[in-house]
């Protein structure tokens, strides 16, 4: 029955309403009224062949009337003109012409209008667009090609003024997530539009107005995304009637910083950095640690990462404040990248421990593990290929292929998965082994005391010259986020080693295979 078709579009549904509104609540409203829409008006249907794109042609005819009725008094702008944001740095830049751009977008029928929208200011696919309009894929594609070539031929407008700002927004610090059943903060504002409030208001506040002026959407569409992101935590309010971003966003000026002067860093501490670390890894492999056939430039690496890791409270390069408690009960901040094009690049992206303007970033998992705790420690730093942490059931798992305990049948599928990430592996003989380094409890006290003596003399010069660094590094950011940038420069002094590995790399005093990674599994 066509009932129960609508009953198991839910999900579906659901996804369809968050990427438009990225508040839950509405979300869950919007939902209700597009079922709601689709059970009153499933009597109009007479081929069921033709389902799913009735369905949707009818939820984006919901939403429009949904979106409409919640700005409804207070747009400042005609309903009737559809609007999108421009880039930042691009020519078409002019009231005049912002205006122009929006008139010819309100002059193209609705075959073109929908789809230009749909396309830029929601982020959907031609694929999306075409199940929703009910298109098929090369007809949607093919409008919007007409429908760009249209506009630039009216508007005598190049590609980018159709094309909003792009940011890559993350959190780093604590909290419990999971991305389905609770998805991660960044998610509630990683549309296009909060993405360029964000970009605009993050040097200096903004008013509705000016952000209406910058991004060309009417104030409507602008409020409602702020109201959001004051929900989110994401932006603050200097005053009743402007807002500002309130996290750091690593942009061109701090890439090119990172590019300009992070070799240099590299250069004044390579030489020594390396013969020490390399005498560390001798040590290590003496005591018996299960290297998991990791070569010693690789060993090096990790090694090098966790000591700087482990001893950064002792050198503080800047003061350390913790992340305020926000409003779901974590212990984080937002982190945004902004995605300009440029070949220089100075950013990388840190999840739940620390991130850096330079490259590295650290993500640990652990589970109790018998006497102690076994954790992951996974870290990203080019040239090194990402490794996501593991989830407490999978550390388990590597933890009974060490001990040698027989799988059970759930075990099993998890380790069959292992090895298909690279986590696991099968030696000679057809034998499950772990194919992360491990340290068991006396290994990793044995690292430490070791790292302790053998760097002693060197670690207070590799601050001294990190403080150098930070010295202009710091002096990028907005004042209003003194403290994320203190928080930003005590994590520097770890994600500088990316810049000492990749000289290593570059004069051959290291040589790594395709596809390596850093990461460990510690007994604490």
């Known amino acids: 029955m066509n009932y129960?078709?609508?009953?198991?579009?839910?999900?579906?549904?659901?996804?369809?309403?968050?990427?438009?509104?990225?508040?839950?609540?509405?979300a869950e409203e919007l939902t209700q009224e597009i079922l709601f829409q689709a059970v009153k008006s499933i009597g109009s249907l007479q081929d069921d062949s033709k389902f799913e794109p009735w369905f949707w042609r009818l939820a984006a005819i919901t939403h429009k009337v949904f979106k409409r009725a919640r700005a409804k008094q207070r747009a400042t702008m005609c309903y009737d003109e559809v609007n999108i944001p421009a880039e930042d740095d691009c020519d078409f830049i002019r009231n005049d012409e912002y205006q122009n751009l929006r008139r010819q977008i309100a002059f193209l029928s609705s075959s073109y209008r929908e789809i230009i929208v749909m396309h830029y200011y929601d982020n959907l696919p031609c694929k999306a667009i075409s199940q929703i309009l009910g298109l098929p894929e090369g007809t949607a594609t093919y409008r919007l090609s007409l429908a760009r070539t249209k506009l630039k031929e009216r508007c005598n407008m190049n590609e980018t003024a159709l094309k909003p700002t792009q940011l890559t927004i993350r959190i780093q610090g604590e909290g419990n997530y999971n991305g389905d059943d609770k998805p991660f903060p960044w998610q509630y504002i990683n549309d296009a539009l909060s993405q360029n409030i964000l970009w605009h208001s993050y040097r200096s506040p903004k008013t509705v107005e000016e952000l209406s002026e910058l991004t060309g959407v009417p104030a409507y569409y602008i409020e409602d995304r702020i109201d959001n992101l004051v929900k989110r935590e994401a932006v603050i309010q200097p005053t009743k009637k402007t807002v500002q971003t309130g996290f750091l966003i690593f942009d061109g000026k701090t890439n090119a910083y990172s590019a300009a002067n992070s070799g240099n860093f590299a250069a004044k501490v390579s030489e020594e950095f390396f013969a020490l670390s390399s005498r560390l890894a001798d040590e290590m492999l003496n005591a018996g640690l299960n290297s998991a056939n990791r070569s010693k430039g690789e060993l090096q690496n990790l090694l090098s990462v966790m000591l700087l890791d482990k001893f950064v409270p002792d050198y503080r390069p800047t003061e350390y404040k913790r992340f305020d408690r926000r409003y779901d009960g974590g212990l984080w901040e937002y982190t945004g990248f902004y995605n300009d094009g440029?070949?220089?690049?100075?950013?990388?992206?840190?999840?739940?421990?620390?991130?850096?303007?330079?490259?590295?970033?650290?993500?640990?998992?652990?589970?109790?593990?018998?006497?102690?705790?076994?954790?992951?420690?996974?870290?990203?730093?080019?040239?090194f290929a990402y490794r996501r942490m593991m989830f407490d059931n999978e550390i388990d798992v590597c933890g009974a292929v060490i001990k040698g305990r027989d799988l059970t049948e759930n075990e099993k599928e998890t380790a069959a998965k292992l090895i298909a990430g690279g986590y696991l592996a099968k030696d000679e003989n057809g034998k499950t082994v772990c194919a992360v380094p491990m340290f068991t409890k006396e290994q990793y006290d044995f690292f430490l005391n070791s790292a302790k003596t053998l760097f002693a003399g060197f670690l207070p010069h590799y601050t001294e010259e990190v403080k150098k660094y930070l010295n202009g590094y710091l002096k990028l950011f907005p004042n209003h986020l003194k403290d994320a940038a203190q928080r930003n420069g005590f994590h520097i002094f770890v994600a500088l080693f990316a810049a000492v590995s990749a000289l290593w790399l570059k004069i051959g005093k290291i040589t790594l295979p395709d596809g390596a990674v850093c990461d460990a599994l510690i007994m604490l």
């Open 342 to 383: 440029s070949s220089e690049s100075g950013v990388g992206i840190g999840i739940e421990n620390s991130t850096s303007s330079v490259g590295i970033g650290i993500e640990k998992s652990m589970n109790n593990f018998e006497s102690g705790k076994l954790a992951h420690f996974s870290y990203h730093f080019a040239p």
């Open 4 to 26: 129960n078709r609508i009953a198991g579009m839910l999900d579906k549904t659901f996804a369809f309403a968050l990427s438009r509104t990225f508040s839950r609540e509405e």
